[in-house]
């Protein structure tokens, strides 16, 4: 994954608006990305298909209904969708629970740094309620957000703003007064049509154009995120 300095336009003072911080999931806070699309293709040998890596990852932020779909019109009618998905339930389950799951870097200390200046924070996922319980309980961030938003909350998953209204709503924080973080494509999308500014942090897929227009900022990791934060409540 190439470099992405902080862009030298932004200083502390384009932070200062900054009143709560939603937060992806899977790619951003959690090293999930990889297990779940190893994940997806283990599934896919068990079923006797060969689903490669890059077909999986063109999974990366969609909607369930969403993933479904492309499957489905992948490897046609007879393919063995629902079968398929549960499989890949049980292996990701199973790479959990045997400590393969790690925090991104610079997650607790952004946590931490938010906890001192009060700010609330939220999770905006399109992971289920009961993957997303069970990965952030884990890692023991279960209980450091405010509101935990997932797919099983909304009707419309991401790029749909739905998810990111529903969790500033949550925390009770208006939309343009909130910073999004996210590492995916779709998410970058949703929280730019719910009209809140938004920081990609790229985790498996390089950044679009679109994704780049539409971002506040493009950065390695979240220290960065962390710095300025700090640099504007100081």
């Known amino acids: 994954m190439p ?56 999974m990366i932020g969609m909607p369930a209904d ?6 489905h019109d992948t490897y046609g009618t007879d393919f063995p969708l629902e079968r ?17 799951l790690v925090l991104k870097k610079g997650v607790t200390p952004l946590l931490d740094l938010l906890d001192r200046l009060s700010l609330p924070r939220a999770i905006a996922t399109s992971s289920s309620r009961y993957r997303t319980d069970h990965h952030l309980e884990l890692v023991g961030l279960l209980t450091r957000f405010d509101a935990i938003v997932t797919r099983d909350d909304v009707t419309r998953g991401k790029p749909n703003p739905e998810p990111y209204l529903t969790a500033a ?34 985790d498996l897929l390089a950044p679009t154009e679109d994704v780049r227009e539409k971002a506040l900022a493009i950065v390695d990791d979240l220290d960065h995120v962390r710095h300025w934060l700090e640099q504007a409540h100081a």
């Open 84 to 100: 398929f998905f549960a499989l890949q339930e049980e292996h990701l389950r199973r790479y959990v629970d045997s400590d393969r």
């Open 66 to 71: 969403t993933c479904r779909q492309m499957v």
């Open 169 to 202: 709503e949550k925390i009770g924080i208006a939309p343009e007064a909130c910073l999004a973080l996210e590492d995916s494509h779709n998410g970058a999308r949703a929280a730019h049509a719910a009209g809140i500014p938004v920081i990609v942090v790229p």
């Open 3 to 58: 470099g992405y300095p902080f862009p030298h336009h932004l200083t502390a003072s384009s932070f200062q608006a900054v009143k709560g911080v939603i937060f992806d999931m899977d790619g951003l806070l959690l090293d999930s990305e990889t297990l779940a699309m190893d994940a997806l293709a283990e599934a896919g040998t068990d079923l006797g298909y060969d689903v490669p890596l890059a077909f999986c990852r063109g």
